[in-house]
C-alpha cells in the first residue's frame, strides 16, 4: 500500500476516532474506589474486549492484576514467522482535580478552537484511538503480529501491571514493543522519546511538642515543627533553583533537542515575570538532571487557622531521577539530606514511599530505523529525539523481561494537552499523524528486519 493510500485511510477514519474518543472519555475510569465507581473502569474493560475484538483480534481478555486493576491482552496473527509488535496503552484516567476547574464538562469530549477536551482525552485513551484508527486503516495488509496490553492503573502507580508482565511473558513477547503513553515535542514536531527520569518519593515527618501551644505564650522559645520542616525543605535547591541535595550530581547536560525557553514558558504556564529554575538549558533542567518536587504538605489551612505553636508537619516529596542515576541510592541521599537538614535536635522520620528506575530507549536498530522512517514519512519533516521528565517504571520491566526488544515511546500527548491538569485536551491532528506513523511502522517493520 502506498503513502498516499495509506494518509487517505488513516483520513477517513478519523470520524470513527471521534466516536470512539467520545465513548472512552465518558467513561470515568479512576483505579481508585474512593473516586470513581469501579464499574466504570469495567465498562472500560468491556468496551476495549469489543473494540479490538471487532478489528480481529483474537481472545481479547481482561487479566485481573496483583492491585485489582485489569489488563486487556489481545493477539492479532500475521504472517508466518513474522516478527511482533506489543503495544502498550493504558486505559485508566487521572481523578478531575475539581469539575469546576474545567471550562466544559469533564467527561464529555468537547471541542474547541479545534482541540478535544475531555479528561483522558490525551492521556492515555487518545493513544487508544491512535492505535483503532491506525489497525483500521491497514485492515489486512500489515506484516506483523501484533500484540495489544492495556494498564488499568498506570495513574496510580499501584504496579499490577509491573507485576503482570515476568509472570506472563509468553503472552507478551515481542520483538519491538511501542510504549504509546508520550509524545511529540510540539503539533506537528515528531519525536521519539529517548530517556525517562527515575521517581523517589519520601514523606517526611517533624514532631516538635506533645500538642499545639499558644503562640503568645510560648512562642519564641518554644520550637515550631513547621518552621523546622520549612527549613529543610528550603535546603533542597539553591538560590538559582538547582538541586542541592548531597550526594547528587546536578549539573549533567542533555545531548538531544534544545527546548527554547519561550516555548517552555508557555507549555508550562510560568507566569510573566516569574524567573525560570536551575543555572543549565531547561532540557538539562527537566530531562537531565534530578529535580525534587514538594507535592504537598500537612499542615493547618490558613482559613481556621489559630495563634498556636504546630507541634507535627508533614511533607511528601517527589525526587526525580535522571538516567545513569540509580533511584534507591538517590532516595537514601534524600533521606540524608534531610536528616541533616533538620534544625533544633527536632525529632524527624522519613517514610520511603516509592521508587523507580531511570529509562533509556531505543536509539538504534532496525525497529528504531523503522520509526524514524515512518514518522518522517508521516509528518513531512526531520525527528527530534526528546528526554521527559515524567516516569514510567513498566519501561524498566519490559526491558527486564525481554532484553532482546526495541522499546520506543511515542504517542499523542504533546505538550498543549495539560495531562494531569484540568482542561486536558488532544489535538485530533495529532492522533491523525501518529496514527498513520503506527500504520507505516506495522507495514514496514517486518521488510525492513529481512532486508
Not at 288 to 314: E, Y
Not at 435 to 447: D, H, K, M, P
Request: net charge negative; aromatic share 6%; hydrophobic share 45%.
Amino acid at each position: 500500500m502506498t503513502d498516499d493510500t495509506l494518509r487517505d485511510r488513516v483520513h477517513a477514519q478519523m470520524p470513527r476516532a471521534r466516536t470512539d474518543l467520545t465513548e472512552m472519555v465518558s467513561f470515568r475510569s479512576v483505579h481508585d474506589a474512593a473516586q470513581s465507581p469501579p464499574e466504570e473502569c469495567d465498562k472500560m474493560v468491556d468496551w476495549l474486549q469489543e473494540s479490538f475484538s471487532a478489528i480481529g483480534f483474537d481472545d481479547v481478555a481482561a487479566h485481573t492484576t496483583s492491585d485489582g486493576s485489569k489488563a486487556v491482552v489481545g493477539h492479532l496473527a500475521g504472517p508466518d514467522d513474522a516478527p511482533t509488535v506489543l503495544l502498550y496503552f493504558h486505559h485508566d484516567v487521572q481523578p478531575p482535580l475539581g469539575d469546576d476547574q474545567w471550562d466544559s464538562p469533564v467527561w464529555t469530549l468537547t471541542e474547541r478552537d479545534g482541540r478535544w477536551y475531555g479528561r483522558g482525552a490525551a492521556d492515555c485513551k487518545g493513544n487508544i484511538a491512535m492505535h483503532l484508527a491506525a489497525l483500521r486503516a491497514l485492515g489486512g495488509e500489515r506484516g506483523v503480529n501484533i500484540t495489544i496490553v492495556g494498564e488499568g492503573s498506570e495513574e496510580q502507580g499501584t504496579g499490577g501491571l509491573e507485576d503482570f508482565v515476568p509472570k506472563h511473558a509468553d503472552l507478551l513477547a515481542a520483538d519491538a514493543i511501542l510504549v504509546c503513553d508520550s509524545g511529540n515535542f510540539a503539533v506537528g514536531r515528531p519525536a521519539l522519546t529517548t530517556s525517562l527520569r527515575g521517581i523517589a518519593n519520601v514523606v517526611v515527618t517533624v514532631e516538635t511538642l506533645s500538642s499545639a501551644m499558644h503562640s503568645g505564650m510560648f512562642g519564641g522559645a518554644a520550637p515550631d515543627a513547621l518552621a523546622a520542616l520549612v527549613a529543610m525543605l528550603a535546603t533542597l535547591r539553591d538560590e538559582h533553583g538547582n538541586t542541592t541535595i548531597a550526594g547528587l550530581d546536578a549539573s549533567a547536560h542533555w545531548d538531544g533537542v534544545e527546548y527554547p525557553v519561550d516555548a517552555f514558558r508557555t507549555d508550562a504556564t510560568v507566569l510573566d515575570g516569574v524567573d525560570l529554575l536551575g543555572s543549565g538549558s531547561v532540557a538539562d533542567m527537566v530531562w537531565a538532571r534530578p529535580a525534587a518536587t514538594v507535592l504537598g504538605i500537612d499542615c493547618p489551612p490558613v482559613v481556621g487557622s489559630s495563634a498556636a505553636i504546630q507541634p507535627r508537619a508533614r511533607a511528601r516529596i517527589n525526587l526525580r531521577v535522571p538516567p545513569g542515576m540509580d533511584a534507591q541510592v538517590a532516595q537514601q541521599a534524600l533521606i540524608h539530606h534531610l536528616q541533616r537538614a533538620a534544625p533544633w535536635h527536632v525529632r524527624v522520620t522519613i517514610d520511603r514511599e516509592a521508587d523507580g528506575a531511570p529509562f533509556i530507549g531505543a536509539t538504534a536498530g532496525v525497529g528504531y530505523d523503522t520509526m524514524v522512517d515512518a514518522m518522517r514519512r508521516a509528518y513531512g519533516t526531520e525527528v527530534l529525539l526528546m528526554g521527559q521528565g515524567g516516569s514510567i517504571p513498566l519501561c524498566n520491566v519490559f526491558a527486564e523481561t525481554f532484553p532482546d526488544a526495541e522499546i520506543m515511546l511515542l504517542g499523542v500527548e504533546e505538550p498543549q494537552c495539560l495531562i494531569h491538569a484540568p482542561n486536558e485536551s488532544v489535538d485530533p491532528s495529532e492522533i491523525e499523524h501518529m496514527a498513520l506513523v503506527e500504520a507505516l511502522f506495522l507495514q514496514s517493520y517486518a521488510t525492513a528486519r529481512d532486508s
